[in-house]
């Protein structure tokens, strides 16, 4: 039963825009929050950001903060990562998870995830 699904990856420049979209079924209906994490070739995974079903309050890690935004469309049950101004450094498989773990930034915390799509950002 896939519960979060994650599209919108690929390849971009360095200065150019993506947005990400997660959608959500099934148990990852019922958590408190969907965070954004990623994960580059040989580090480990990151934290980005995060965002309540409820009341869609957002929180991000310093390395997004400006650039990225995350949003949520209740209605199709989807969760979106916004980012902007894009580096080379962003290259990362990004993921998104949920949690029922107020205000969590650590994957342990983050119970169901997708599968993940890779972001490439070339200079």
């Known amino acids: 039963q896939v519960q979060l699904v994650e599209s919108g990856g690929g390849l971009v420049q360095a200065g150019g825009s993506l947005r990400l979209s997660c959608a959500a079924s099934?148990?990852?209906?019922?958590?408190?929050?969907v965070g954004w994490f990623r994960q580059a070739p040989g580090k480990e995974r990151e934290f980005v950001g995060r965002?309540?079903?409820?009341?869609?309050?957002?929180y991000y890690a310093d390395s997004g903060k400006g650039r990225f935004t995350i949003s949520k469309d209740n209605a199709k049950n989807t969760v979106y990562l916004q980012m902007n101004s894009l580096k080379p450094e962003d290259t990362a498989v990004y993921y998104c998870?949920?949690?029922?773990?107020?205000?969590?930034?650590?994957?342990?915390?983050?119970?169901?995830w997708g599968q993940g799509t890779q972001v490439t950002v070339s200079s």
């Open positions: 998870a949920t949690t029922l773990v107020y205000k969590a930034t650590l994957s342990a915390h983050y119970n169901i």
């Open positions: 099934g148990r990852a209906l019922n958590s408190h929050a």
């Open positions: 965002i309540t079903w409820s009341g869609g309050i957002t």
